[in-house]
């Protein structure tokens, strides 16, 4: 059963922002670690960013231009991305920290001029 919604990428410009959304449901929407994962073309699925309570940690690649955050009562995480580059073209999604629950569709962020 897919317990994840993922939302908000596109096409958009090197230097631009983008904030994704993941809609939680069942029993991922009370995890307390969530994390956000990437995959992007002939390359495996990599985690990005995680949350667990108020801590937050990043993969070298994102830090100091994503921020990952969640919003218990509307049951949904957020990733807001910045200063975008062309290698972060990739399909995001959202899982637990230790993404071991279904994976849902993603959302296709493309960086290009």
Do not use: H
């Amino acid at each position: 059963q897919v317990q994840t919604v993922e939302s908000g990428g596109g096409l958009v410009q090197p230097g631009g922002s983008l904030t994704l959304s993941c809609v939680l449901s069942g029993p991922i929407a009370n995890e307390y670690g969530m994390a956000w994962y990437r995959q992007a073309p002939g390359k495996q699925r990599e985690p990005i960013a995680v949350i667990a309570g108020f801590t937050t940690n990043y993969a070298d690649s994102v830090k100091g231009r994503f921020t990952i955050s969640r919003d218990n009562a509307k049951k949904t995480l957020y990733l807001q991305m910045k200063s975008l580059k062309p290698e972060d073209t990739a399909v995001y999604y959202c899982n637990n920290r230790q993404a071991d629950a279904s994976w849902g569709q993603g959302t296709q962020v493309t960086v290009s001029s």
